[in-house]
């Protein structure tokens, strides 16, 4: 299986590599989004390149798929999305979305995209998990449909039916 490569108006959405490095250490280790992405402290160059590699070796064996949110124009890293078990009918998301980039719509246009990707391969269901007080992210998850179905761990639970089973 190939890379799925997605774009929307103003976004590309495309596989890491290692240009992607550095800009994907400065959002994990942004002191904003760090305590909603990670709960092992901030990442070295190492780590970063380390869970790169991870990340595409997941995709090869066909778990996850870890996209890079670049903008169109330029091809500039300004986040990620990742669809966890994206082969199974609920597939979980995860994003990060650079600081200077929050807050204008480019994570919903990214997420949408992926919604409809996903959609293709069969997901029924999609999910998030939103550490508590990240009010921007549930608010994000909201504004595209999805709905607070439980609390674990410190995270809000998010959820969105795209299928209807017919029984």
């Not at 990670?38 to 970063?48: A, E, Q, R």
């Not at 169109?72 to 669809?83: D, T």
């Amino acid at each position: 299986m190939s890379f799925p490569n997605l774009t929307t108006n103003r976004l590309l959405l495309r596989g890491f590599s290692t240009i992607d490095t550095s800009a994907y250490v400065q959002l994990l280790q942004d002191p904003q989004a760090f305590p909603f992405i990670s709960d092992n402290g901030p990442p070295t160059v190492s780590d970063v390149e380390r869970k790169i590699a991870r990340n595409q070796k997941s995709f090869q064996m066909g778990r996850d798929i870890y996209w890079v949110v670049a903008l169109k124009e330029s091809n500039v890293f300004i986040g990620y999305l990742a669809a966890h078990n994206f082969k199974e009918t609920c597939v979980s998301l995860s994003y990060a979305m650079s600081g200077q980039y929050r807050r204008r719509g480019f994570m919903k246009e990214a997420i949408s995209a992926v919604t409809g990707y996903l959609l293709t391969l069969g997901a029924e269901v999609l999910e998030a998990r939103v550490h508590a007080g990240n009010h921007a992210s549930a608010a994000l998850l909201a504004s595209l449909g999805f709905t607070r179905v439980a609390f674990r761990d410190e995270r809000d639970i998010f959820r969105q039916t795209l299928v209807s089973r017919v029984a």
